[in-house]
């Protein structure tokens, strides 16, 4: 696809990362937290979606109020589709049912074609959203870490799984991350390889 335009703002008390990805005529949005309702109305041209990376309230909860507002359709895997149709933390976010349960996958909405790509283990269903040589890499990956397994529906098993297949994609990808900052793949393999043999040891 064309080239693109990616703004981030980070939202409430988890610091989490919402995105807006622009082409020349419509927007993506990506995550959005608590308070990212004002911001995205601002900033996201004729938006087509919303995507989300995992279920977590952090990162979802300014969807319902941006999904009724803007009339958008939300995809989200269908491991985590739970957490948007019940607030099963008790953190009062208004809860919504996805238009779209998604498995892994191509997609295409407009002008944009995005990859959802399964790797469960901080949640069932986390994901990282794969648009041209980026990912957005939710609380799987970040910058110098990666994602807790030690959460209520995390899995240290499926996250040791998901962290070994991450080590067998060849190409380089720009990190986009649920919080903090953008990092690339390649510079995050030392850290994968020692978050495996972490929990690998961890599980004995």
């Known amino acids: 696809m064309k080239e693109i335009q ?6 409430g008390e988890c610091v989490t990362n919402c995105y807006i990805i622009s082409s020349d005529k419509n927007s993506l949005i990506i995550d959005p ?3 990212a309702f004002e911001w995205v109305i601002e900033n996201a041209k004729s938006p087509l979606a919303i995507l989300l990376t995992h279920g977590h309230f952090d990162h979802i909860y300014d969807c319902a109020s941006l999904k009724n507002s803007l009339n958008l359709p939300v995809y989200i895997h269908k491991n985590d589709a739970f957490m948007c149709k019940n607030d099963v933390f008790a953190m ?3 809860c919504f049912s996805p238009d779209f349960c998604v498995d892994e996958g191509e997609v295409k909405i407009g002008e944009f074609e995005f990859s959802f790509m399964h790797f469960p283990g901080h949640t069932p269903g986390s994901c990282m959203i794969k648009i041209n040589d980026i990912f957005f890499s939710g609380d799987f990956l ?11 529906f995390s899995n240290a098993e499926d996250m040791l799984k998901s ?6 994609i060849k190409q380089n990808f720009i990190l986009y991350p649920g919080h903090g900052w953008q ?7 030392p850290n994968i390889k020692a978050y495996i043999n ?5 599980l004995r």
Do not use: C, H, P, Q
């Open 198 to 202: 972490y929990i690998r040891n961890s």
């Open 163 to 168: 962290l070994e297949k991450a080590m067998l």
């Open 142 to 152: 970040f910058k110098d870490s990666v994602g807790r397994w030690d959460f209520e």
């Open 33 to 35: 937290g608590d308070g």
């Open 6 to 11: 990616i703004i981030k703002k980070s939202f």
């Open 183 to 189: 990092s690339d793949l390649y510079t995050e393999m």
């Open 92 to 94: 009062g976010y208004e």
